[in-house]
């Protein structure tokens, strides 16, 4: 949510709210590195370098962006989160497992196995992604 640019958390002294306008420039500030990135990228490629200023260019937060890089790293950032976890460590819901008849905990660092329990699977274990963030 904080990547995404929609935490509701405001704070309820000064210091937590002077932690969040900080916390939102930083983000900001590397979003628009990204953007800068990607717009270099597709120079040579007008349609692209149109598409990206047209889906991404009118927004100085970066919001979309954010959306986007989210979209296309989730995986990437849960594994990264959890590649120290011990053995045992488990997620504390059983979410793993395409029907709601067999789910399974995350055991193996926090992340689910395919249905033979041989690979990983890219199924994040948890759907917080999805619940209203008051919710959770």
Known sequence: DIVRGKDLFVGYNDTDKAH???LQQRLKKIFKEIYDNLMKDVTKDTKKMAEAKDRYGNDPNFFKLREDWWTANR????????????????????????????????????????????????????????VPQYLR
Do not use: M
Request: net charge neutral.
């Open 20 to 22: 969040k306008v900080i």
């Open 75 to 130: 995986h990437t950032v849960w594994k990264a989160i959890t590649c120290s976890a011990d053995h045992g460590n488990r997620y504390f819901r059983a979410t793993c497992g395409g029907d709601n008849e067999s789910l399974s905990h995350a055991s193996h660092k926090c992340r689910c196995k395919d249905k033979s329990f041989t690979e990983e699977t890219d199924q994040v274990p948890t759907y917080f992604d999805y």
